[in-house]
């Protein structure tokens, strides 16, 4: 059964940084894709980052570049740091993971097959 984790949310002050984790477990194969995806209050679940399984595959939301990074690890752990961030970052991030994926990471949650809790992320001066 796959599983996944999200941890490292928390309430900061606009300008701050967290580091979002997500540990994925019950699955094995070679090909697969991450997403975060954040939701807020009244708003569409919608993409923030994506990170292939194929080296070098990633992508990010215009409006998080430069300012979010994405990355795994060999156990299947993905992270999401995150640096100066503003009020507009509020949401409940999730971490999802589509397995099979040999192409570039989609971006819509439509396309995802597991899903973690989520965690919440609170920027407020």
């Known amino acids: 059964q796959v599983r996944l984790a999200e941890s490292g949310g928390g309430l900061v002050q606009p300008g701050e940084s967290l580091r979002l984790s997500c540990a994925a477990s019950?699955?094995?194969?070679?090909?697969?894709?991450f997403g975060w995806f954040r939701q807020a209050p009244v708003k569409e679940r919608g993409g923030v980052s994506g990170?292939?399984?194929?080296?070098?595959?990633t992508y990010y939301l215009d409006s998080v570049m430069g300012r979010f990074t994405i990355d795994s690890d060999n156990s299947k752990t993905v992270y999401l740091q995150m640096y100066s961030l503003k009020t507009e970052d509020t949401a409940v991030y999730y971490c999802?993971?589509?397995?099979?994926?040999?192409?570039?990471?989609?971006?819509?949650?439509?396309?995802?097959?597991?899903w973690g809790q989520g965690t919440q992320v609170t920027v407020a001066s």
């Open positions: 999802a993971v589509v397995i099979g994926q040999r192409g570039g990471v989609p971006s819509v949650p439509d396309e995802y097959d597991y």
């Open positions: 019950g699955f094995i194969m070679a090909f697969y894709a």
């Open positions: 990170i292939g399984s194929i080296v070098g595959l």
